[in-house]
């Protein structure tokens, strides 16, 4: 089955800085890979996605970057507030966000005043 | 619209005892999942179902636990015996279809302690 990584486990940086999460990914099938946000005590939720067929997508502050030959990708957070400050999960899935997803073990990021 | 609802909030049994969890997902949704997080990890799926029929039970540890969708819309999970290593976030998420890239929603969560 799937076997998703996630670097680094803790990462703290200062207000505006950016950040950068990593995901490496064990299955070539995999074509749909989200990144969820976990506020202490809260549900996560979807923050960004990207499908196989595209190579980086964009949205405000943040983006995302796949690799598909090296099976990696990654979540970058441009002028960090501390409001991103939480567990940020990456994810992968075969036949698109309604097959079942396979979670990394998550990366808490803390942004400093 | 309103988002996927989950009860009980929080629930603390002794081990060996039965517990159940109740899910409402998003009306309209076809898919519907259930996750146990473990403190510190990632979610991990327990059983998925496609309208009534479950679609993804492998990691769902059937000695123990099992889950139903009757009537294709709410959801049971049960544990029966409940062990310690079940303490544990269980999420109730739902997505429009199984397939097209739907984005999963996923419900509060009930905290399951097992002492």
């Known amino acids: 089955g799937e076997n998703v990584e996630q670097h680094p486990s803790t990462l703290s940086v200062q207000e505006g800085d950016s950040a950068v999460i990593k995901c490496t990914y064990s299955d070539s099938a995999s074509n749909y890979f989200p990144w969820y946000k976990q506020e202490l005590g809260k549900r996560p939720q979807l923050i960004i996605d990207?499908?196989?067929?595209?190579g980086e997508k964009k949205d405000q502050r943040i983006a995302v970057t796949l690799n598909k030959t090296a099976k990696h990708f990654s979540l970058h957070i441009t002028e960090t507030q501390p409001e991103d400050s939480a567990v940020y999960f990456c994810?992968?899935?075969?036949?698109?966000?309604?097959?079942?997803?396979?979670f990394g073990t998550g990366t808490q990021l803390k942004v400093e005043l | 619209e309103a988002g996927v609802a989950q009860s009980p909030r929080y629930k603390i049994i002794e081990k060996r005892q039965s517990v159940a969890f109740w899910c409402n997902p998003i009306?309209?949704?076809?898919?519907l999942y259930w996750y146990q997080q473990i403190l510190g990890q990632g979610p991990k799926l327990l059983i998925q179902?496609?309208?009534?029929?479950?679609?993804?039970d492998s990691q769902l540890p059937k000695d123990r636990f099992s889950a139903e969708r009757l009537k294709g819309v709410d959801s049971t999970l049960k544990i029966q015996p409940a062990k310690l290593e079940d303490s544990a976030v269980y999420l109730c998420?739902?997505?429009?279809?199984?397939?097209?890239?739907?984005?999963?929603?996923f419900g509060p969560g009930t905290r399951l302690t097992v002492l």
């Open positions: 994810a992968a899935s075969r036949g698109g966000g309604g097959n079942k997803l396979t």
């Open positions: 998420a739902s997505s429009l279809k199984r397939r097209n890239y739907n984005e999963q929603f």
């Open positions: 990207i499908r196989s067929n595209v």
């Open positions: 179902f496609q309208n009534n029929g479950v679609v993804d």
């Open positions: 009306s309209g949704h076809a898919t």
